[in-house]
C-alpha cells in the first residue's frame, strides 16, 4: 500500500516537472523567458520549447507578434486659423523587439498603449496645427498621415514598437464650426449668384436695347416708305382730280359736293346747325335747279302734291338787345307744310287769290 502511494506521488511529480518544463509558442505569439525575473532568452519562432521546471526558477512571458491597432475617435484638433475639427484615426503596430519592449513597458500591452495614445494625439495636433482651414479637407491628408508616423516611429521605437502605418478617417467640422462654415459657403454662393446674375441683367438690357434700337429702325425705314408711298398715292391722286377738273369742271364740283354730302348726312347721329343760304347747301337751293324749288317725295310712293312749296325765310339781322350773353340769334328753321290727304287739283276758276299773309314768305 505504502508503495502504490509512493509511486502515484512519484508519477504526479514527474508529471508536473515534465508539463512545467514544457511551453509552446503558435505563430501568433512571442515568448520571453524569464529566470529570477531576468530575460534569459526570447522565443519568436513557433514550436515546442523546454525549460527549467516550475515557476520559481523560469517564467515564460508571452505577448503578441501580430499587428495591433490601436484607435482615436472624436479627437478635439485646432487648425492654423482657430477652426475646430473632430478626428477619427488609428495606427497599426508590431512589437518587434520583445526584449525592450519587457524593458521599457514590462511587457504590459495596456501601459504601452498609453504611451503610443498619448503620442499619437500629439503628433495629430501638431499636424492639423501647421496647416489651413481648407487644407485639413483637401489632397493634404495622405501627407498628412505620413508626417504623423514620423513625428511618433521615433519615440515608440524606444518601446521595442514598431509603426506600420496610420490612418486618419474622418475630418469633420464641429457643430459650431460646421454652421458657421455652412453660413459662410452660403453667403459666398448667394454673392456668385447675385454677380451671375446681374451680368445676366446686364447682358439681357444690352439685348434688349440692340433690340429696341432695331426695332425703331426699322419702324422709322417703314414709316419713310410709307410717307413715299403715301405722298406719291396724294400725287397720283391729285393729278387725277386735276385732270378729272380741267375735262369737267362742273361735274367735278359736282361730285365733290356729292362727296360731302355722304359725310356730313351719313348715319353717325351728329347734329349741325348751318343757314340755308350756306355754301354747303349750294346744290339744294332753288337757283341751283333752274329757279324751281324740287317738289317734296310724298311718303309710301303717293304722288307729289301740286300745291306743296318750299318758302325760305329771307335773312336779317336781328338785334340782340335781349340777350344776356351778346350771341347771335340762331336761323330761322325752314318751314315744311304738312301733307295734306291727296285732293284732286282745284280749277281755275275754284282756286282763290293769294291773301298778303301768303304772300309775304314768297317775296
Do not use: C, W
Request: charged content about 20%.
Amino acid at each position: 500500500m505504502n508503495r502504490l502511494v509512493i509511486l502515484g506521488v512519484v508519477i504526479i511529480a514527474a508529471i508536473y516537472v515534465l508539463i512545467s518544463s514544457i511551453f509552446v509558442v503558435n505563430e501568433r505569439e512571442q515568448a520571453i523567458v524569464l529566470r529570477f525575473g531576468q530575460i534569459t532568452d526570447v522565443k519568436t519562432e513557433p514550436g515546442i520549447y523546454f525549460k527549467l521546471p516550475t515557476t520559481i526558477v523560469d517564467s515564460v512571458q508571452i505577448v503578441e507578434d501580430r499587428l495591433l491597432r490601436y484607435d482615436v475617435a472624436n479627437m478635439t484638433v485646432q487648425v492654423r486659423g482657430g477652426k475646430f475639427y473632430e478626428v477619427d484615426a488609428f495606427l497599426t503596430y508590431r512589437i518587434n523587439n520583445p526584449r525592450l519592449f519587457r524593458q521599457q513597458a514590462l511587457g504590459d500591452l495596456n501601459l504601452a498603449e498609453a504611451r503610443i495614445g498619448s503620442l499619437f494625439v500629439a503628433a495629430l495636433r501638431q499636424v492639423y496645427g501647421l496647416r489651413e482651414f481648407d487644407a485639413a479637407l483637401s489632397g493634404e491628408r495622405t501627407a498628412m498621415m505620413r508626417e504623423a508616423r514620423d513625428l511618433i516611429v521615433q519615440n515608440v521605437a524606444e518601446l521595442g514598437i514598431q509603426i506600420v502605418d496610420v490612418r486618419i478617417l474622418r475630418t469633420d467640422l464641429t457643430q459650431d464650426v460646421s454652421q458657421q462654415t455652412f453660413e459662410l459657403m452660403k453667403a459666398e454662393r448667394l454673392a456668385e449668384a447675385a454677380f451671375l446674375r446681374a451680368r445676366g441683367q446686364e447682358a439681357a438690357q444690352s439685348l434688349r436695347a440692340i433690340a429696341d434700337r432695331q426695332a425703331v429702325e426699322i419702324v422709322a425705314s417703314a414709316r419713310r416708305d410709307s410717307e413715299i408711298l403715301r405722298g406719291e398715292g396724294d400725287a397720283s391722286r391729285n393729278n387725277i382730280f386735276a385732270q378729272a377738273f380741267g375735262q369737267d369742271p362742273e361735274f367735278f364740283e359736282f361730285y365733290r359736293s356729292m362727296q360731302a354730302y355722304r359725310t356730313a348726312l351719313g348715319a353717325t347721329g351728329t347734329t349741325m346747325l348751318l343757314s340755308p343760304d350756306s355754301e354747303f347747301f349750294s346744290y339744294f337751293r332753288a337757283d341751283a335747279q333752274g329757279g324751281e324749288a324740287p317738289l317734296p317725295a310724298a311718303p309710301n310712293g303717293i304722288e307729289p302734291l301740286s300745291s306743296s312749296t318750299l318758302s325760305v325765310p329771307v335773312t336779317t339781322d336781328v338785334p340782340v338787345e335781349t340777350n344776356p350773353d351778346n350771341l347771335p340769334a340762331p336761323p330761322a328753321p325752314v318751314e315744311v307744310p304738312a301733307l295734306a290727304e291727296p285732293t284732286p287739283p282745284p280749277t281755275q276758276s275754284e282756286a282763290a287769290p293769294a291773301t298778303e299773309s301768303e304772300a309775304a314768305p314768297a317775296q
